[in-house]
């Protein structure tokens, strides 16, 4: 059983290498979604992520336990850079073991804090069967990256943190409700426990992403239920098999676990870069989705903290999510119109865009499409518009004008 003693020890070894992060007021966002917001900035933890907590815990206790030669993990990516960084500054060997498809800025992440990295399986569960064999053939320590009590341990500082800079807001000295990402259920099982040794009363509510459901179909199900595949933009929580040592914390701890879906957690990626000048991955950003898409139950005004659990996210990535959140929020607007391939229909098309004060940012010319009528060309375009009433707007004078056009998304 993993005591607020325990959480209080993980802290003091962290203080050698990890960042206390910022907790910091969101006014927009709690005026968007009628609570008092509170944001953990762990996307600025020493290697971008909360990952670094537990691992580092948990190689450190083996350490003051003698000490090991070498340790192994299996890691898209947070847990790997947490798990390289603790085992340099302990001077002791890492093996990594990633997925064949791992970003490439990801894999030279983990090799700059000088461990070995093997590119091994089509996924996180592939690389996870590898590292676990790897581990016992070289009779090394594996490092889990969530279900290991020192790795709960170390997570749940976060919690610690949270519950002390609380404090320093004016006329507030507790939180109502956190709101934590889950994926493997490492985060929230420590942030549970040690929130709630600290203040019995406070809601811990996780949030999920619909393509990777197994810890929120177990939660509900009240069971362990894996999932044959997932499928998801938020990768730091895409996991297909649940623990039941962390599904049993939950189940114990968790008041109430919620999923969200692309689109949602794109739009708060958006958000969380346009208005709070953050750049958050789409695990981090899940709970900020729950908020501003209403899957969140509380009273008005109710004091809540959303952790932000990571910022490293692929530029590629990145790109794909912007235009997803733009398509949402309505100021992006893709169409495929019909023309008459005939000279000046192209240029009267562009002039009834800039009537409507709709700027082409992507045009495209098709006269071959089988699907097309004799004399017809179709023009894929894309818009920048500024809302919903202009794309109202937008759709009123194509139909006027005698336009066929179908939107795509």
């Known amino acids: 059983m993993i005591e607020l003693e325990d959480f209080e020890k993980a802290s003091k070894r962290l203080e050698k290498v990890a960042h206390k992060t ?66 340099q500054h302990f ?6 073991f990633m997925p064949e498809s791992t970003p490439l800025n990801k894999v030279q992440g983990v090799e700059s804090f000088g461990a070995t990295v093997k590119l091994m399986g089509a996924n996180y569960d592939e690389a996870y069967s590898h590292a676990i064999a790897y581990a016992k053939e070289n009779s090394l320590e594996f490092v889990h990256p969530f279900a290991d009590e020192d790795v709960i341990a ?5 919690a610690l943190e949270v519950c002390e800079q609380i404090k320093g807001f004016k006329d507030i000295k507790t939180l109502d409700a956190i709101i934590v990402p889950v994926g493997g259920g490492g985060l929230i099982s420590g942030i549970a426990i040690a929130a709630k040794a600290i203040n019995p009363d406070i809601k811990i509510i996780g949030v999920a992403a619909d393509g990777a459901p197994a810890m929120a179909n177990s939660f509900r199900e009240q069971k362990p239920l894996n999932t044959k595949s997932v499928r998801t933009i938020a990768d730091g929580i895409a996991v297909k098999n649940t623990s039941e040592m962390t599904l049993d914390l939950i189940l114990q701890y968790v008041d109430d676990l919620v999923t969200v879906c692309e689109d949602e957690i794109a739009s708060a990626i958006l958000f969380l870069l346009e208005r709070q000048k953050l750049l ?23 004091q809540v903290c959303a952790i932000l659990s990571g910022g490293n996210i692929d530029v590629t990535m990145l790109s794909l999510i912007i235009e997803k959140g733009l398509l949402k929020s309505e100021r992006k607007m893709k169409l495929r119109v019909t023309l008459i391939d005939k000279p000046g229909a192209l240029e009267n098309f562009a002039h009834l865009m800039r009537k409507a004060h709709a700027n082409i940012v992507q045009i495209g010319y098709d006269r071959t499409s089988t699907d097309l009528e004799f004399g017809d060309a ?8 500024k809302g919903s009433a202009h794309q109202e707007e937008i759709r009123e004078i194509l139909t006027k004008n005698g336009y066929k056009f179908v939107e795509v998304h």
């Open 91 to 96: 001077g002791i060997k890492a093996t990594i």
């Open 280 to 302: 958050v991955e789409g695990a981090g950003a899940v709970g900020v989705a729950a908020l501003m898409h209403n899957k969140i139950n509380l009273a008005a005004n109710s």
């Open 154 to 158: 170390g997570q749940g500082t976060v």
């Open 378 to 385: 179709h023009v894929s375009v894309s818009l920048e518009t």
């Open 22 to 87: 910022p907790l910091a007021y969101a006014p927009v966002l709690s005026s968007k979604t009628n609570y008092q917001v509170y944001l953990k900035k762990e996307n600025l933890q020493v290697t971008g992520s909360f990952k670094l907590r537990g691992a580092f815990n948990k190689i450190a206790s083996l350490m003051e336990q003698g000490g090991v030669e070498g340790v192994v993990a299996a890691s898209a990516g947070n847990h790997a850079q947490g798990v390289a960084l603790s085992a």
